[in-house]
Nanobody
Framework: QVQLVESGGGLVQAGGSLRVSCVAS????????MGWYRQAPGKQRELVAT???????NHADSVKGRFTISRDNAKNTVYLQMNSLKPEDTAVYYC???????????????WGQGTQVTVSS
């Protein structure tokens, strides 16, 4: 069984910063890509950023230059540093990871429960 647990969300004023974290735990053999997605009220879930096992990153155009994804493979943890936050960044932020749990099982997609980020104007 695998769990992804996010932390670090909260309320911040526009222009402020937050860092959210996500730890993967359980029966993990290896983790490939990890990423952050977000979903605002009434909108579809959208990609924020992804990072490969080797550290190659991809950020959505809407957050480039403001958000930075990183990971610590030894800790099975992915981070999202969010700077210069805007009210339109308000959403529930979800962690995602591609995880192998055994040599003979296919890779699985796992999601965290989400953490609320609210940016006030």
């Amino acid at each position: 069984q695998v769990q992804l647990v996010e932390s670090g969300g909260g309320l911040v004023q526009a222009g402020g910063s937050l860092r959210v974290s996500c730890v993967a735990s359980g029966s993990i053999l290896s983790i490939n890509d990890m990423g952050w997605y977000r979903q605002a009220p009434g909108k579809q879930r959208e990609l924020v950023a992804t990072i490969t096992k080797r550290g190659s990153t991809n950020h959505a155009d809407s957050v480039k230059g403001r958000f930075t994804i990183s990971r610590d493979n030894a800790k099975n943890t992915v981070y999202l540093q969010m700077n210069s936050l805007k009210p339109e960044d308000t959403a529930v932020y979800y962690c995602n990871a591609e995880i192998y749990t055994s040599p003979w099982s296919p890779m699985g997609q796992y999601w965290g429960q989400g953490t609320q980020v609210t940016v006030s104007s």
